[in-house]
C-alpha cells in the first residue's frame, strides 16, 4: 500500500458539482482506496490575481505581494506531495485560467529573486504527475494541446507523467453518463499513481525487450 505517498488533486474549475469535479472526487476515491495521504483542492479557493512583474511586486524580503492564500496552497500542499493530480476543463482548447494562473505563479517562488528558490525547485520535481479533462466535445483534438503542455512541465521538472484521463460531458456532472467510463479510469488513476508502469526512452536507453513481465514457461 502507499501509506507514506502524499497526492494532492488540484481542481481548476470554479464549480463544485461540474464534471472536473466529479473526475477529481474519483480520483480522491481511487487514492483513498489505495491508502494514500490525499488533499483535494480547488485553485480558486486560494488564488485570486494573475502573475504581476516580480521585479515590482516583490517584497523587500523576497515574499511575493499579492494577498492571497497561493503560497500556502503551493508551499503546504504541491511541494509536500509525492504525486499530483490537475483536472481542468477544456476552456477554448486549452486548460482553464484557474490552472494555468497556478503554474505561472509558481514563478514567484523558484525564481532566483526568491531566497530559498534552490530549495523550491528541489522540491518541484520528480513527482508523479496525472491530468484529467472535462469537455464537451468528442473530438480527440480538443486535448492535445493542453497535454503538450503538461508533458512539457514534466520534462522541465523531471517529472513523470503517467496518466491522462478525459471525460466528455456539457451539463453538471453529465460525465457520469459518458459510455468511455472515464469515471472508472479516473479512480484507476487515483489508486495506481504512484506504481503505474512509467517509461520514457531515448535511443540510447538500456532496456531488456520486454516491457511486462513474463510468467514461468511462456515465450
Same mark, same amino acid.
Given at each position: 500500500m502507499n501509506h507514506s505517498k502524499k497526492l494532492l488533486i488540484i481542481v481548476g474549475s470554479p464549480r463544485r458539482t461540474g464534471n472536473s469535479a466529479t473526475l477529481a472526487a474519483a480520483v480522491?476515491? *481511487?487514492a483513498e482506496a489505495a491508502e494514500m495521504q490525499v488533499s483535494l483542492r480547488f485553485i480558486d479557493d486560494?488564488? #485570486?490575481?494573475? =502573475?504581476?512583474?516580480?521585479?515590482?511586486?516583490? =517584497?523587500?524580503? *523576497?515574499?511575493?505581494?499579492?494577498?492571497?492564500?497561493?503560497?500556502? =496552497?503551493?508551499?503546504?500542499?504541491?511541494?509536500p506531495a509525492d504525486g499530483v493530480v490537475f483536472c481542468s476543463p477544456v476552456y477554448w482548447? *486549452?486548460? $482553464?485560467?484557474? #490552472?494555468? !494562473?497556478?503554474f505561472d505563479r509558481t514563478f514567484c517562488y523558484y525564481a532566483a529573486s526568491y531566497p530559498d528558490s534552490a530549495q523550491v525547485m528541489h522540491q518541484m520535481t520528480h513527482?508523479?504527475? *496525472?491530468? !484529467? =479533462?472535462? $469537455?464537451?466535445?468528442?473530438y480527440p483534438g480538443a486535448s492535445l494541446g493542453i497535454v503538450h503542455q503538461i508533458q512539457e512541465?514534466?520534462?522541465?521538472?523531471? $517529472?513523470?507523467f503517467v496518466g491522462v484521463v478525459h471525460g466528455v460531458g456539457n451539463s453538471r456532472s453529465e460525465v457520469l453518463r459518458d459510455p468511455s467510463?472515464?469515471?472508472v479510469a479516473a479512480e484507476q488513476l487515483g489508486r495506481e499513481i504512484f506504481n503505474r508502469k512509467y517509461s520514457d526512452f531515448r535511443i540510447d536507453t538500456e532496456r531488456s525487450g520486454r516491457v511486462w513481465p513474463q510468467d514461468d514457461g511462456q515465450s
Open positions: 480522491q476515491r *481511487g486560494s488564488i #485570486t490575481s494573475f =502573475l504581476r512583474d516580480c521585479r515590482q511586486c516583490r =517584497l523587500p524580503n *523576497g515574499e511575493c505581494a499579492i494577498e492571497d492564500n497561493f503560497r500556502a =496552497l503551493f508551499f503546504d500542499d504541491f511541494l482548447y *486549452g486548460l $482553464s485560467a484557474q #490552472t494555468k !494562473v497556478f513527482k508523479r504527475i *496525472g491530468l !484529467v =479533462l472535462a $469537455s464537451e466535445e468528442t512541465y514534466c520534462r522541465y521538472t523531471h $517529472s513523470e467510463a472515464p469515471i
